[in-house]
């Protein structure tokens, strides 16, 4: 793999600072050159010389909730959750291509419907076999017998499903603390869970050494995960002032991820349901007019607190297809309040350190991989930039070009 040379680009190294002009030198896999305001590297390093024009160069994006066995894209909707096997491998190899396709290139998943199939999916890609992001993958949302929701029957229970996951290979165990079935009210408080339960979760995820990640809209989930040591928790929602108080104290040991643009979907993408989609229902489109108030109140809290949220989520469905995901950094801007330098450190440098990788992805940093990501245009400015698949103009993954809409320009070594 021949050495390759940013010049003439606008750096966003992924720790929330400025822009700053700058070249990037890359050999092999990784990044092993950053100069900065007019410094120079040696163009006899490199026998690729990329030409950026005062396009962005960034760290590429983590989808730090990914569902890539939900079936949908944005150029392919699937009407139905678990299509044959057979055709299912096939959605979810495109759905991870798609995700890479949008410079995604890391991905938690936070919750698999086929565990087995992407744990394979993981496999094909790590071996270079399929395009996608390096992932992260996960049980099902918690039954042994195969459904999505549902409840615990005691400690052994819990440890036998864990210990089943991870005899498959999973890389974190996905469960769903309270608000069994999402988007229903009379479910937003129901736990499906007890404190022994958990116990034996985390004892069994921690002598495996994967992730608990878990999904809890009230107080008293959240309390729990925190208990337990879960390492990201989905939703919180409805949060109470005392419960936020306490995530704040115990702010550097777990993630928040809200998955803010389902819920707003819901809201605002009626016709591109899939014809059996719940939230066609009153009692659902009045649940998701609950919760999307409530996380206007929410963010805003978590931010103030410094506790670490990150963007994405619950993409897959039909209204909410995979390839949307950075939709969810301007809902963070424009309904929640932060700055586009927060969300973009936060889907990069907080992104990586979610996958335990802060040695390795999230930066444009010397040593680390090669996952990075070319921007037509600034998306300090405007963040709708990334949502853009043709403003992503390059998109590299590990040292190697899985896009490149820029020539060659072996040139430039020799006359710059």
Avoid at 37 to 53: F, L, S, W, Y
Avoid at 306 to 311: F, H, T, Y
């Amino acid at each position: 793999m021949s050495a390759i040379l940013f010049v003439n680009a606008a750096i966003f190294d992924g720790s929330g600072a400025d822009l700053y002009p700058g070249e990037v030198l890359i050999e092999g896999n990784r990044i092993t050159a950053v100069a900065r305001d007019g410094e120079r590297i040696d163009r006899q390093r490199a026998a690729d010389v990329v030409d950026a024009a005062g396009a962005t160069l960034m760290p590429g994006l983590v989808e730090p909730h990914a569902h890539l066995t939900f079936p949908s894209a944005v150029d392919r909707i699937v009407p139905t959750f678990f299509p044959p096997i057979e055709e299912h491998a096939f959605y979810t190899a495109h759905n991870a291509k798609t995700l890479l396709d949008y410079g995604f290139t890391s991905a938690l998943s936070g919750g698999a419907t086929r565990p087995a199939l992407e744990v394979k999916l993981r496999d094909e890609i790590a071996a270079g076999f399929l395009p996608g992001p390096r992932l992260k993958a996960s049980s099902s949302e918690r039954n042994p017998d195969g459904t999505r929701r549902g409840h615990a029957d005691g400690p052994e229970d819990v440890r036998t499903f864990c210990r089943e996951m991870i005899a498959l290979g999973v890389d974190s165990l996905k469960l769903v603390l309270s608000g069994s079935g999402s988007i229903i009210p009379k479910n937003f408080d129901e736990l499906a869970y007890t404190d022994a339960e958990l116990a034996a979760a985390s004892e069994v995820a921690h002598e495996a050494n994967v992730n608990l990640l878990g999904h809890a809209y009230n107080s008293e989930s959240i309390r729990m995960a925190l208990r337990h040591d879960f390492r990201a928790i989905y939703h919180c929602n409805f949060a109470d002032d005392a419960t936020l108080d306490l995530m704040a104290a115990q702010k550097s040991s777990y993630f928040v991820v809200p998955a803010v643009g389902i819920i707003v979907a819901g809201l605002t993408r009626q016709n591109e349901f899939s014809p059996t989609a719940p939230e066609r229902t009153p009692e659902a489109q009045e649940g998701l007019k609950m919760i999307h108030e409530a996380q206007l109140q929410l963010l805003p809290k978590l931010r103030e607190r410094g506790i670490r949220v990150l963007p994405g989520g619950d993409y897959g469905f039909a209204h909410n297809p995979h390839g949307r995901n950075a939709w969810e950094f301007e809902l963070f801007v424009t309904m929640f309040g932060y700055t586009p330098s927060e969300v973009l450190a936060a889907a990069t440098r907080d992104g990586a350190a979610l996958m335990n990788y802060s040695d390795r992805i999230g930066l444009i940093k010397e040593g680390y991989l090669a996952d990075v990501l070319l921007v037509a245009g600034n998306p300090l400015d405007d963040i709708r930039l990334l949502q853009d698949k043709d403003r992503i103009v390059i998109v590299m993954k590990d040292g190697a070009f899985h896009r490149r809409a820029i020539e060659r320009s072996p040139a430039l070594a020799a006359t710059a």
